[in-house]
């Protein structure tokens, strides 16, 4: 099975601040990662997939890149809506498998 | 509205059994990938388990094979996790989530609400 290591496991950031959030793959999964918002007691949504390409809706604030094994999410001017838990996945092969999540937190 | 409503959770024993529903609406379902996705309380997102638009390959975490089973009815626009042999990690909240329409390769876009299941004596 593929695994998938976030970090950091949590960080405390400002509104208007750059955050960037880094996924690793334990074997090359080419391009196929996606990154997913999660807000507490509410469904994951759905941000990056392909490592880049923004989900329709989603604002041009967060962006996604990487590939092989490396990749990162990034938040270029954070809002008091991003603070969330994000998660990426693998979608290379079964069992697809997410990294165990970055908590964004106010500063 | 592109829509996904589970139901079926509950209490119930370890040992137990429980089917898991999750009724789809606004799109059309037999195009997609269909997968279920678990969180247990305070953790991680972890998938369970997905099925091709056919039925024909479904593909599950190895802590639940043997006593999970994913199906679809595509007549009926439902997918289905029948849960057996349920262990206290078991518990958690069960999403349905909509994949996409190739090869399950590009993220889960739509999400139901969740359905708590709980498995405790």
């Known amino acids: 099975d593929i695994q998938m290591t976030q970090s950091p496991s949590s960080l405390s950031a400002s509104v208007g601040d750059r955050v960037t959030i880094t996924c690793r793959a334990s074997?090359?999964?080419?391009?196929?990662l996606n990154w997913y918002q999660q807000k507490p007691g509410k469904a994951p949504m759905l941000l990056i997939y392909a490592a880049s390409t923004l989900q329709g809706g989603v604002p041009s604030r967060f962006s996604g890149s990487g590939s092989g094994t490396d990749f990162t999410l990034t938040i270029s001017s954070l809002q008091p809506e991003d603070f969330a838990t994000y998660y990426c996945?693998?979608?290379?092969?079964?069992?697809?498998?997410f990294g165990g999540g970055t908590k964004v937190e106010i500063k | 509205e592109v829509q996904l409503v589970e139901s079926g959770g509950g209490l119930v024993q370890p040992g137990g059994s429980l089917r898991l529903s999750c009724a789809a609406s606004?799109?059309?379902?037999?195009?997609?990938?269909m997968s279920w996705v678990r969180q247990a309380p305070g953790k991680g997102l972890e998938w369970v388990a997905n099925?091709?638009?056919?039925?024909?390959?479904?593909y599950y975490v190895d802590s639940v094979k043997g006593r999970f089973t994913i199906s679809r009815d595509n007549a009926k626009n439902s997918l289905y996790l029948q849960m057996n042999s349920l262990r206290a990690e078991d518990t958690a909240v069960y999403y349905c989530?909509?994949?996409?329409?190739?090869?399950?390769?590009?993220?889960?876009?739509?999400w139901g609400q969740g359905t708590t299941v709980t498995v405790s004596s």
């Open positions: 074997q090359s999964i080419s391009s196929y």
């Open positions: 606004g799109f059309t379902f037999s195009s997609y990938w």
């Open positions: 099925i091709k638009q056919d039925g024909s390959e479904k």
């Open positions: 996945q693998q979608s290379y092969s079964s069992p697809l498998t």
């Open positions: 989530a909509r994949g996409d329409t190739a090869m399950d390769r590009y993220g889960m876009d739509v």
